[in-house]
């Protein structure tokens, strides 16, 4: 596929995103319908199944043999990375945007044989949209992002859920050594805040495809290393651990993990 068949991608994903985030700005004021999954922490919407449906409506429109891996059932059952992939998450932060009206994202990740093209982030309420397409840099709205510097352990900002730390006693010796820690509730933000050089690593014992697809392309594209906890290559079709950093601290987490 050429490279101007993906900006074409790049620039419809972008229009759906901004699409999908009125409608969800629109419904703020409404009375929303709560449910949880596999426990009551898990939160979905009527709105997160309503902008997912948006997505695939307006994919399979004017992409017909592409296919859609979305959170909320779309592809569930899907088993190959083969052909073009969108990889979706309608409302990343679901809790946030239960609770807070606010620091949560949509996430859309474009795929070809497994290989990431596009990766598109958009926190909804702060306006700032993340964006790349393989080989040609990542952007935060107009602006290109520059490549990452290293830093020291030490100086460190790292972004953990700290219920992680109570379930995997061996970070805790990596996170003492940081200058702090943070936890923003949604997985594509934090993400996106380490391809924005505003923290330097991000680590999580569980995510699926939906919240990393698109970050992993962003994080790319800036020089970051994006890897499970182990270290080993993203498996985009099953959920497991991630570890997104800057290069000298990734090689440390492996260091004092491993």
Known sequence: MSITDWHYIANKAQSYVKEAAQIIRKSLKK??????????????TEMDMKIEAFFNEAIQKEFVDHVILGEEGTGKDLDTLKGIVWIIDPIDGTTNFVH???HF???VGVYEDGVGKVGIIYDVMADELFRAVKGEGAFLNDCKLPMLPDVAVNEALIAVNFRWLLKEERLIPFIKKCRGTRSYGS????MAAVAADRIDAYISLNLSPWDFAAGAILLQEVGAKVSTIEGKELNFLKSGSVCVAKKGIHQQIQTDLY
């Open 31 to 44: 009375k929303r319908t709560i449910e949880y999954k596999s426990h009551p922490n898990d939160l979905v």
């Open 100 to 102: 807070q009206q606010r």
């Open 187 to 190: 997985a594509t933000l934090e």
């Open 105 to 107: 994202a949509i996430s």
